[in-house]
């Protein structure tokens, strides 16, 4: 059984130099960096970005190893004055040596990094609001709900190691997180391929040199 609450004092070194700050709305695309993030093992962290294994040239989130009470956390705070909204999409992927239906993608709010926590979503038997679906596709989903834990709190994420499930068989993208009455935060833009990009360059200097000789 997954523990409600646990206070680990030493994962709190895990913010190390990041400075949380608080915040009524939080998105994620993961076309990006782990910066607004904080993973409790940062020498060795247990969360990762990966290629999307299903959609080209798509990154998404996913886990070096199983984990429990969280393996990453928002380093800001997300703030709510009621309810909290949020959608996501999640994929559970079949072949991998998990057991169906419990592969163990588990998200969750918490108080601290961890702290005293609610797991919002998951799979398998544990009770949560949200059954995630492993078959191998992606599902999104959506759910407005009252905070448990306080109307303070950080999101946090794990491939859960009491599942059945392997590590690196789950994925998460396009998280958003807010206050129910405060617009989404929008995704960040998606960075230009770096051969496009050198390629515009170039036609932009191919340009200049010539209306120089002109």
């Known amino acids: 059984m997954k523990p409600q609450t646990i206070v680990l004092a030493l994962a709190l070194s895990a913010a190390g130099s990041a400075q949380a700050g608080i915040v ?11 910066a607004a993030w904080t993973d409790r093992n940062p020498s060795n962290p247990e969360a990762a970005i990966v290629i999307d294994p299903l959609r080209a040239g798509n990154h998404v989130l996913s886990f070096n ?26 994929l559970g992927r079949l072949g991998q040596g998990g057991a169906p239906n419990d592969l163990g993608g588990f998200f969750g709010i918490s108080q601290g990094l961890p702290g005293t926590h609610y797991w919002v979503a998951g799979t398998g038997s544990y009770p949560a609001p949200i059954d995630l679906i492993d078959d191998g596709t ?39 997180f807010n206050d129910q009455n405060v617009p989404p935060a929008p995704f960040q833009a998606v960075p ?20 120089r000789k002109a």
């Open 24 to 34: 009524s709305a939080f998105s994620e695309n993961f076309e990006g960096t782990l």
């Open 192 to 211: 230009e391929p770096l051969s496009t990009a050198l390629f515009g360059v170039g036609l932009a200097a191919l340009g200049f040199s010539r209306r």
């Open 138 to 176: 992606w599902h999104s989903y959506t759910l407005t709900f009252a905070s448990p834990v306080g109307s303070l709190v950080h999101l946090m994420y794990e491939d859960y190691a009491g599942s059945g499930g392997v590590a690196g068989d789950v994925y998460f993208d396009n998280i958003r």
């Open 65 to 90: 190893r199983l984990g429990s009470a969280g393996s990453i956390y928002t380093t800001d705070l997300i703030t709510s004055s009621g309810n909290f909204t949020v959608s996501f999409e999640y």
